[in-house]
């Protein structure tokens, strides 16, 4: 077992060849709960360099093996975990809830998502193909073939600490790949838990890591380490950059998946019942800290007015407060630092001259005196080059932008550095085509929200908003070889 119940607080312990064992510097932080900053849900090792060393080393040790592994016994073992904690949806939904702070319901749509993930990178096992190709000589035959990229890092964030990780985790094990997995400090608990689904499948020793510490020390010692042949990240914009640095000495192929400045736009012709409760949604649900999250609603004129009036009654009517209760719709921020941050672009947006029409302030007092609580809010009035039009603020915090014609729309929504979803209302297939052609981004949604992926389609951003994403996510974690071979 890797955690014991030590004054009523878990006692999390790090994954390293096949057994739970504490981080050699002896040091632990705690995970606390976001809504209720009295209650400690888990001591979590703070390790060191060293640490991660001993995982590299089985996982490099494991890897011969798990590339021998036939794919559908690999496959298997994937499978198994899906199921695992499929039974287990309740406990590690509640767990997530307790250290990120989302919503019950959104904890458990998360968890079956991680499930679904894992489900369909297991079949993607037998899908590892590669290619015949005509040869120019006589008695050689030419083809390609996948093969493991071999240890590879996956560094997550704290958004959706559990649906992350299982899926990056899931595609690389499947195809031989070997693991280590730093997850973020605000949120261990998680990684814990989708890791013993693993190693209640029958994961072998060494296949898959667990280190938990500080990014800034295990997370850079780990990118940086040139037995890493390959890294998945997701995470900020800025520290995605670190780590393309701190990895290009090693030339380890790289997947960033990073943040996000999502517009919508909304035309005159759309459905604003149907827009309004999409953006809503996608801008609010999960207190906004979604990389998807919608953050720039670009309207025409002519139905600014009746969109931002539902907007508004929508917004106002949600509820905010503890997770855990089924009847709130969005939980705390995930920590005082998120919260401080929120807190600065409100008043960011109110210096620059941005009307706010709702929401914003923070919520201290009664249920809410003891979380990272505030309300949602909207802002009327903005120009592209203010701050909160232009900068991901990664909270429950939307901008309207006001435009008179589609193309406006579409110069307005691809005037950030980022690239990640978008989306478009409109009954008009020539605007929704026009707008799916020219928008720079990587996920682009017609008449739907800008959150939300499919496990079986691509996802991933342009510009700054990522690099490395494949049609599969099997693709990204192998390699291809070029045989030629001559048998006669
Ligand atoms: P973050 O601060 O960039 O951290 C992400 C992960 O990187 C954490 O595990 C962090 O560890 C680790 N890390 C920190 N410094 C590091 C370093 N120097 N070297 C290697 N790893 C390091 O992001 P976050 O605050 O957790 O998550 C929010 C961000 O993620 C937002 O920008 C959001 O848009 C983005 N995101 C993107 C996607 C996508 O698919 N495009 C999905 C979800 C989230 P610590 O926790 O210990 O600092």
Same mark, same amino acid.
């Given at each position: 077992?890797?955690?014991?119940?030590?004054?009523a607080?878990?006692?999390?312990?790090?994954?390293?060849?096949?057994?739970?064992?504490a981080?050699?510097?002896?040091?632990?932080?705690?995970?606390?709960?976001?809504?209720?900053?009295?209650?400690?849900?888990?001591?979590?090792?703070?390790?060191?360099?060293?640490?991660?060393?001993?995982?590299?080393?089985?996982?490099?040790?494991?890897?011969?093996?798990?590339?021998?592994?036939?794919?559908?016994?690999?496959?298997?073992?994937?499978?198994?975990?899906?199921?695992?904690?499929?039974?287990?949806?309740?406990?590690?939904?509640?767990?997530l809830?307790?250290?990120?702070?989302?919503?019950?319901?959104?904890?458990?749509?998360?968890?079956?998502?991680?499930?679904?993930?894992?489900?369909?990178?297991?079949?993607?096992?037998?899908?590892?193909?590669?290619?015949?190709?005509?040869?120019?000589?006589?008695?050689?035959?030419?083809?390609?073939?996948?093969?493991?990229?071999?240890?590879?890092?996956?560094?997550?964030?704290?958004n959706?600490?559990?649906?992350?990780?299982?899926?990056?985790?899931?595609?690389?094990?499947?195809?031989?790949?070997?693991?280590?997995?730093?997850?973020?400090?605000?949120?261990?608990?998680?990684?814990v838990?989708?890791?013993?689904?693993f190693?209640?499948?029958?994961?072998?020793?060494?296949?898959?890591?667990?280190?938990?510490?500080?990014?800034?020390t295990i997370?850079?010692?780990?990118?940086?380490d040139?037995?890493?042949?390959?890294?998945s990240?997701?995470?900020? @914009? !800025?520290?995605? *950059? %670190?780590?393309?640095? &701190? $990895? +290009?000495?090693? #030339?380890?192929? /790289?997947?960033?998946?990073?943040?996000?400045k999502?517009?919508?736009?909304?035309?005159?012709?759309?459905?604003?019942?149907?827009?309004?409760?999409?953006?809503?949604?996608?801008?609010?649900?999960?207190?906004?800290?979604?990389?998807?999250?919608?953050?720039?609603?670009?309207?025409?004129?002519?139905?600014?007015a009746?969109?931002?009036?539902?907007?508004?009654?929508?917004? @106002? !009517?949600?509820? *905010? %407060?503890?997770?855990? &209760? $089924? +009847?709130?719709? #969005?939980?705390? /921020?995930?920590?005082?630092?998120q919260?401080?941050?929120?807190?600065?672009?409100?008043?960011?947006?109110?210096?620059?001259?941005a009307?706010?029409?709702?929401?914003?302030?923070?919520?201290?007092?009664?249920?809410?005196?003891?979380g990272?609580?505030?309300?949602?809010?909207?802002?009327?009035?903005?120009?592209?080059?203010?701050?909160?039009?232009?900068?991901?603020?990664f909270?429950?915090?939307?901008?309207?932008?006001?435009?008179?014609?589609?193309e406006?729309?579409?110069?307005?929504?691809?005037?950030?550095?980022?690239?990640?979803?978008?989306?478009?209302?409109?009954?008009?297939?020539?605007?929704?085509?026009?707008?799916t052609?020219?928008?720079?981004?990587?996920?682009?949604?017609?008449?739907g929200?800008?959150?939300?992926?499919?496990?079986?389609?691509?996802f991933?951003?342009?510009?700054?908003?990522?690099?490395?994403?494949?049609?599969?996510?099997?693709?990204?974690?192998?390699?291809?070889?070029?045989?030629?071979?001559?048998?006669?």
């Amino acid at each position: 077992m890797m955690t014991s119940n030590t004054h009523a607080n878990l006692v999390l312990r790090n994954f390293i060849a096949g057994e739970w064992i504490a981080s050699v510097s002896g040091e632990v932080a705690a995970d606390i709960n976001p809504a209720a900053t009295g209650e400690v849900v888990a001591e979590t090792p703070l390790s060191v360099r060293a640490d991660v060393d001993r995982a590299i080393a089985a996982a490099a040790a494991a890897q011969r093996r798990w590339r021998d592994t036939p794919a559908p016994a690999r496959a298997a073992v994937v499978s198994r975990a899906a199921d695992v904690l499929a039974g287990r949806v309740d406990d590690v939904a509640s767990d997530l809830t307790r250290e990120e702070g989302k919503t019950i319901g959104e904890a458990k749509a998360e968890a079956t998502s991680a499930i679904a993930k894992m489900a369909y990178a297991a079949g993607d096992a037998l899908r590892m193909a590669g290619e015949t190709l005509p040869s120019g000589t006589e008695g050689v035959q030419l083809y390609t073939m996948r093969e493991p990229l071999g240890v590879v890092a996956v560094v997550t964030p704290w958004n959706f600490p559990l649906s992350t990780p299982a899926g990056k985790l899931a595609a690389a094990l499947v195809t031989g790949s070997t693991v280590v997995l730093k997850p973020a400090s605000l949120t261990p608990l998680s990684a814990v838990r989708l890791v013993e689904a693993f190693v209640a499948a029958g994961i072998p020793a060494g296949v898959l890591n667990l280190v938990m510490g500080g990014g800034g020390t295990i997370g850079s010692a780990l990118v940086s380490d040139p037995r890493v042949r390959g890294i998945s990240f997701t995470g900020s @914009t !800025a520290i995605g *950059v %670190g780590v393309a640095r &701190d $990895a +290009a000495p090693t #030339l380890a192929k /790289l997947q960033l998946e990073l943040g996000g400045k999502n517009p919508l736009v909304v035309m005159e012709d759309a459905d604003l019942d149907a827009a309004a409760k999409a953006i809503v949604e996608g801008a609010f649900f999960s207190c906004g800290q979604k990389c998807t999250a919608t953050s720039r609603v670009i309207v025409h004129r002519d139905v600014k007015a009746a969109l931002t009036a539902k907007l508004v009654e929508r917004t @106002t !009517a949600l509820r *905010v %407060g503890k997770g855990l &209760d $089924a +009847a709130n719709h #969005l939980g705390p /921020l995930v920590d005082a630092k998120q919260l401080e941050t929120v807190q600065s672009y409100i008043e960011i947006g109110k210096k620059e001259g941005a009307r706010l029409l709702t929401g914003g302030e923070r919520l201290s007092s009664g249920e809410h005196a003891h979380g990272y609580f505030m309300r949602p809010a909207i802002f009327d009035d903005v120009q592209s080059e203010m701050r909160i039009a232009c900068e991901e603020i990664f909270g429950p915090v939307l901008s309207l932008i006001g435009v008179a014609s589609l193309e406006e729309a579409i110069e307005t929504a691809n005037r950030t550095e980022y690239g990640l979803s978008s989306a478009i209302f409109t009954r008009n297939l020539g605007y929704a085509q026009e707008f799916t052609r020219c928008i720079q981004a990587g996920v682009v949604k017609v008449n739907g929200q800008t959150p939300g992926n499919a496990p079986n389609m691509p996802f991933g951003g342009r510009k700054m908003s990522g690099l490395g994403i494949s049609q599969k996510q099997i693709d990204f974690f192998t390699e291809l070889k070029s045989v030629y071979q001559r048998f006669n």
